[in-house]
């Protein structure tokens, strides 16, 4: 099984919709990661957490919100979808103290028309 | 200008081929440089490792870092079609605490039988 999983893995929506997207993992990490990746932009920051209690906002957190329900479990929010925020979604982890060497999960493809 | 430029390709080669794939950047500050290998549909995973200057050698994989021109590659021997893939540098000026990783948009590689 895979050790960082998304789900779900592909989801198209209209504009104005509330969008969750899940993380969970097998790692024992303590670090989660949300990141979008855009074409010609790269991976982009959006939301990351040290552990359940510590939340901080990356380069690109306008527009979204992240829960950290438990050490395994981080989700990703769109409370109102816009078509510009239509991209491919990574949540990532890495062990504590390191911000360096990250596990990327499969990505979900997201579409808000 | 961005902090990270890397040719996005497409890369195309034969297969057996010697491939070179490369990144420049303009924060000196950067001190870890990592490479990422990411099949298409899937997320990406890290494939190289290198603090500083110097060279790292991973099977036909061989990392390259040159700080005083702000210049990484990485070279790829014996090319596989295997080896198709989009390949992203990522840079990170510390491994403890918290930096964000700073990536590349990524080489788009594509190795024909």
């Known amino acids: 099984d895979a050790d960082v999983t998304q789900t779900p893995r592909n989801r198209i929506t209209k504009t104005g919709k509330r969008i969750m997207l899940e993380c969970s993992q097998t790692k024992g990490h303590d670090r989660m990661y949300w990141y979008r990746q855009d074409p010609g932009l790269g991976l982009r920051l959006i939301y990351y957490?040290?552990?359940?209690?510590?939340?901080n906002k990356g380069e690109i957190s306008d527009g979204y919100s992240v829960s950290r329900q438990a050490q395994a479990k981080f989700s990703l929010s769109l409370e109102s979808a816009i078509p510009n925020q239509t991209a491919l979604y990574f949540c990532a982890t890495s062990e504590e103290g390191r911000t360096d060497t990250q596990y990327f999960g499969p990505g979900t493809r997201l579409t808000v028309l | 200008q961005k902090e990270v430029e890397q040719d996005p390709g497409p890369l195309s080669v034969p297969e057996g081929a010697i491939v070179s794939l490369n990144c420049t950047y303009s924060?000196?500050?950067?001190?870890?440089f990592m490479w990422y290998r990411q099949y298409s549909r899937k997320g990406p995973e890290l494939l190289m490792y290198t603090y500083s200057s110097g060279n790292k050698e991973d099977g036909r994989f061989t990392a390259q870092v040159d700080k005083s021109s702000k210049y990484i590659s990485l070279f790829i021997r014996d090319s596989q079609p295997s080896d198709s893939a989009t390949y992203l540098c990522?840079?990170?000026?510390?491994?403890?605490?918290?930096?964000?990783?700073?990536f590349g948009t990524g080489t788009r590689l594509l190795v024909s039988p």
């Open positions: 990522a840079m990170s000026e510390v491994n403890t605490g918290f930096q964000k990783l700073v």
């Open positions: 957490s040290f552990d359940v209690k510590d939340i």
């Open positions: 924060n000196s500050a950067f001190q870890y």
